[in-house]
T-cell receptor, first 111, second 112 residues
Framework: QKEVEQDPGPLSVPEGAIVSLNCTYS??????FMWYRQYSRKGPELLMY????GNKEDGRFTAQVDKSSKYISLFIRDSQPSDSATYLC???????????FGKGTSLLVTP | AAGVIQSPRHLIKEKRETATLKCYPI?????VYWYQQGPGQDPQFLIS???????DKGSIPDRFSAQQFSDYHSELNMSSLELGDSALYFC???????????FGQGTRLTVV
């Protein structure tokens, strides 16, 4: 069983909707959490980075980490068709360690 | 801002041939990672280097090897290629001080 679980979707929402993407994990040692966006056949693009528990906001994106529940979330406000992509959560126990990825959630934002 | 540069972007090889993928990390990043991503899969960690020394090893086949050079660029060498090696290969880099990992655009390897 993977250490990081993520619903692959697909998730389809209308333009302007709030999107909620989630991952759960089993390794309590994880303390660095990242969200990547990946367009088809492109490299993963880092969206958000969070250390330990808490919230972080950047424009339309908000990342939340709840270490007590081993649960992380990414919220996208006012979603746009250009947000249509696969979103990957990733995490590691220490700086410089390899990232453990979720399977990725495919998001489609329809006009 | 400078990003992670990978070359070549596309590569077609025949079975049993060898391939060399190159990665140029973001300047002043001290850690380089190699990942393999099959169709519809998440990136699988292969190997990493910190300050030119191998720091971690994942699911890298014995047929593959990698190294990081004095100028911090890294190369992934793949021998006796198999059809199953066809995938996207990504390089990422990060700094121990700022642990966000940034990915390159990848090399698409097709083995025929």
């Amino acid at each position: 069983q993977k250490e990081v679980e993520q619903d692959p979707g697909p998730l389809s929402v209308p333009e302007g909707a709030i999107v909620s993407l989630n991952c759960t994990y089993s390794n309590s040692a994880f303390q660095y959490f990242m969200w990547y966006r990946q367009y088809s056949r492109k490299g993963p693009e880092l969206l958000m980075y969070t250390y330990s528990s808490g919230n972080k906001e950047d424009g339309r994106f908000t990342a939340q980490v709840d270490k007590s529940s081993k649960y992380i979330s990414l919220f996208i406000r006012d979603s746009q068709p250009s947000d249509s992509a696969t979103y990957l959560c990733a995490m590691s126990a220490n700086s410089g360690y390899a990232l453990n990825f979720g399977k990725g959630t495919s998001l489609l934002v329809t006009p | 801002a400078a990003g992670v540069i990978q070359s070549p972007r596309h590569l077609i090889k025949e079975k049993r041939e060898t391939a060399t993928l190159k990665c140029y990390p973001i300047p002043r990043h001290d850690t380089v990672y190699w990942y393999q991503q099959g169709p519809g899969q998440d990136p699988q960690f292969l190997i990493s280097f910190y300050e030119k020394m191998q720091s971690d090893k994942g699911s890298i086949p014995d047929r593959f090897s990698a190294q990081q050079f004095s100028d911090y660029h890294s190369e992934l060498n793949m021998s006796s290629l198999e059809l199953g090696d066809s995938a996207l290969y990504f390089c990422a880099s990060s700094s121990r001080l700022v642990p966000e990992a940034f990915f390159g655009q990848g090399t698409r390897l097709t083995v025929v």
